[in-house]
């Protein structure tokens, strides 16, 4: 059952503190995107990336959240310094863009999420 | 869950009784709609997508209608179910150069018994 496994599910830290989610997305899904998830904004597009390269990161802090992909089968989102503003849940998603085309094959996968608490 | 506490339009419906969840998209040059399903403590689920050269595509208990015209997407439940309770997204691309979506606002559904 192909699925997108983020980790940790839950994360409590203290403002200042430096915080790594990752995502393990699909085996073969060439599109990995990370979203943020709050009350008051809903959900926003933090950054994505496409054959493992960053297509955009326009909607992150720049001064504070870093994404990448080391490897294929591995997306990290990082925020150092934390602060309660943070506190949301992350979500990452994985599909499949059929390169040429540029057209997306439809449908994007989420992960379960990672709910961060900032105090 | 993730979606708790946000101050989300609301239908409310009896078990058995059909469900329609309107969503208003911004880009007359969108290419693809998709809805999205998110229940307590997970995140969304794809439900159904169409292509904007339709306008009425139907799936397993749901159809979702597109009026270009007035830039409205909505969908249907048919005989709703309790499982079927839980926020309704509508997602469309960006931009047609990129292929990230941007999502409503959602509607939370809640199915009575």
């Known amino acids: 059952d192909a699925r997108v496994t983020q980790t940790p599910r839950h994360k409590v830290t203290e403002m200042g503190q430096e915080v790594t989610m990752r995502c393990q997305p699909i085996l073969g899904h060439n599109t990995v995107f990370w979203y943020r998830q709050t009350m008051m904004q809903g959900l926003e597009l933090l950054a994505y990336?496409?054959?493992?390269?960053?297509?955009?990161d326009s909607g992150m802090p720049k001064d504070r959240f870093s994404a990448e992909m080391p490897d294929a089968t591995l997306a990290t989102l990082k925020i150092q310094p934390s602060e309660p503003r943070d506190s949301a849940v992350y979500f990452c998603a994985s599909g499949l863009v059929l390169t040429g085309t540029g057209v997306s094959a439809g449908e994007l996968f989420f992960g379960e999420g990672s709910r961060l608490t900032v105090l | 869950g993730e979606s708790v506490g946000l101050h989300l339009p609301t239908l409310s419906v009896q078990e058995g009784d059909n469900s329609i969840i309107n969503c208003a998209y911004s880009?007359?040059?969108?290419?693809?709609f998709i809805w999205y399903k998110q229940e307590s403590g997970k995140g969304p689920q794809f439900i159904i997508d169409i292509r904007s050269n339709m306008d009425k595509r139907q799936g397993q208990r749901v159809t979702v209608l597109l009026n270009k015209t007035v830039k409205h997407l909505s969908l249907q439940i048919a005989a709703t179910q309790p499982g079927d309770s839980a926020v309704y997204f509508c997602?469309?691309?960006?931009?047609?150069?990129?292929?990230?979506?941007?999502f409503g606002s959602g509607t939370r559904l809640q199915v009575q018994p």
């Open positions: 990336f496409r054959n493992r390269a960053p297509l955009d």
């Open positions: 880009n007359s040059a969108s290419d693809y």
């Open positions: 997602a469309e691309p960006m931009d047609t150069g990129r292929r990230a979506l941007t």
